[in-house]
């Protein structure tokens, strides 16, 4: 399978037998939820993570997603509330709360965000559960009266969203810098952050990351109009991204989204970053052993417009069948693959630009073609090089060796990837990846390989790939 799947844990999953078995169906990536737990709390889950994955003998990648700034309402009077279609109800800070009579109010102590609202504007609240827009302004940047847009419960706590105002917080809060360093403690190999808006998020991401003395790849989150708005400049910042669908469904339209999805997948692909498609892929599998058509549908689109990863959440997390999911979705993935690799007819050739590197990978995937080679096998220090590999799509797997574990769990991110550690001992790249096929049982006797690598040159400024190689074993 060259998609790779993304599993949440969770009470659900957090046992040895169940992480191996998820393994075997094709999880790559173990993501660790920080907006419930810290790193004190997920210790021994890494330690239980890397014996699985010394069983199972492929590297597993541990992702931290970060809790970012969710923003929640205070306390309200009388919750939970039956709020009804039509209804007026009052949003300000709770020190406002006595100026208004006869209608709920929801009181948000943050006046930063309060500020700018004016009539005709959404807000929703629980996860869009609940939709208002805003009818008057009772005090300006202060006090407001909403009306409902439809009937739901209204509780203390929960988070609320302003569709389509840029809120000016930063993305990386105190606790997600306490819960970065202490997942690099315990071993975290990759970080997802949450409500990106700008690549200066990012970047305050990774400036944290070099103060801890490590490096770990990024994946920006895209929940915010404010992302979609600046995708291809978050983009050139980030290692990875994620389509959030569960928040950016409520700060989009709905209707919307499906064309987003699609698009924030191209870009990736452009940009030779990979894309993590996320929320609600197979959620009936919570509580059913099977999914709806309409999921196994939304898995299969998602592999067939380019993700590089799919994402399982409350569905492996808490969920009463996490490996009989996993599985449904492996089922789903090769299946879409087989036809996603007819129906491309070969691998994408690269656009007009002048890029050596892209099309270095293209002539390689050609090369395999046409002598029927099994894989790709290439060496990279960086992982550029299997970035751009998988970038091209090949119908063959890329076997892409590093000398770095960082690099290694790195690129369990990139479709059709199978990272492998290099021979550190041999001085030349070339003579590393030619090793590797000799050794490796995968390929037999005379079977046909491309391989590539790079090694410096006296008039090369900077390395990367320049050598490719037709080798028979």
Not at 13 to 22: G, H, I, P, W, Y
Not at 54 to 63: F, H, K, R
Request: one cysteine or more; hydrophobic letters at 40%; a neutral charge.
């Amino acid at each position: 399978m060259r998609v790779k799947i993304v599993a949440t844990l969770g009470p659900a999953s957090m046992d040895r037998e169940t992480m191996k078995a998820m393994v075997e169906h094709g999880v790559r990536i173990f993501r660790l939820n920080f907006s419930h737990s810290d790193a004190a709390f997920f210790a021994p889950v890494v330690k239980l993570i890397r014996e699985v994955e010394a069983e199972a003998g492929v590297p597993i990648t541990i992702m931290g997603d970060l809790c970012g700034p969710k923003i929640r309402i205070g306390e309200v009077a009388g919750s939970p509330l039956t709020i009804h279609k039509g209804c007026a109800v009052n949003l300000g800070p709770s020190s406002m709360r006595d100026r208004t009579e006869g209608c709920a109010y929801i009181a948000l102590d943050k006046p930063e965000l309060l500020q700018g609202l004016a009539p005709g504007m959404r807000v929703a609240l629980s996860d869009g559960m609940l939709q208002f827009m805003v009818t008057s302004v009772v005090e300006k940047d202060a006090l407001y009266l909403m009306e409902a847009q439809n009937s739901g419960i209204l509780t203390s706590n929960k988070g609320i969203a302003f569709p389509g105002k840029h809120i000016a917080v930063a993305a990386v809060t105190d606790k997600d810098r306490r819960d970065l360093h202490g997942g690099l403690d315990i071993g975290m190999d990759a970080v997802a952050l949450s409500f990106v808006q700008t690549p200066e998020d990012v970047l305050d991401l990774k400036r944290e990351i070099e103060a801890h003395g490590a490096w770990i790849p990024v994946v920006a989150k895209i929940e915010t109009q404010h992302a979609v708005e600046n995708l291809d400049a978050i983009l050139e910042v980030s290692d990875a991204i994620m389509v959030a669908r569960g928040d950016l469904g409520v700060e989009m339209s709905l209707s919307q989204l499906p064309i987003i999805q699609k698009k924030a997948i191209r870009a990736a692909r452009h940009h030779q970053k990979a894309v993590i498609v996320a929320t609600q892929m197979l959620l009936s599998m919570v509580k059913n052993p099977v999914p709806t058509r309409a999921e196994a549908t939304d898995v299969a689109n998602a592999i067939l417009d380019g993700a590089d990863c799919v994402m399982l959440s409350e569905e492996t997390a808490v969920g009463a069948y996490p490996v009989e999911t996993v599985r449904t979705m492996q089922g789903i993935a090769e299946n879409a693959e087989e036809y996603l690799l007819e129906r491309q007819g070969g691998p994408f050739r690269p656009s007009e630009e002048k890029n050596i590197v892209k099309y270095l990978a293209y002539s390689a995937c050609i090369l395999a073609d046409h002598i029927g080679s099994k894989a790709i096998v290439c060496h990279s220090t960086s992982g550029a090089t299997g970035r751009q590999m998988s970038s091209r799509r090949p119908s063959q797997y890329i076997y892409s060796l590093t000398g770095d574990g960082r690099v290694l769990r790195a690129l369990n991110f990139f479709w059709g990837v199978k990272p492998r550690l290099a021979d550190t001992t041999l001085p030349r790249h070339l003579e590393r990846v030619e090793k590797f096929v000799r050794d490796c049982p995968a390929f037999a006797p005379g079977d046909p390989v491309i391989l590539t690598a790079g090694q410096p040159t006296p008039g090369q400024k900077s390395q990367h790939t320049n050598e490719l190689k037709i080798y028979y074993k």
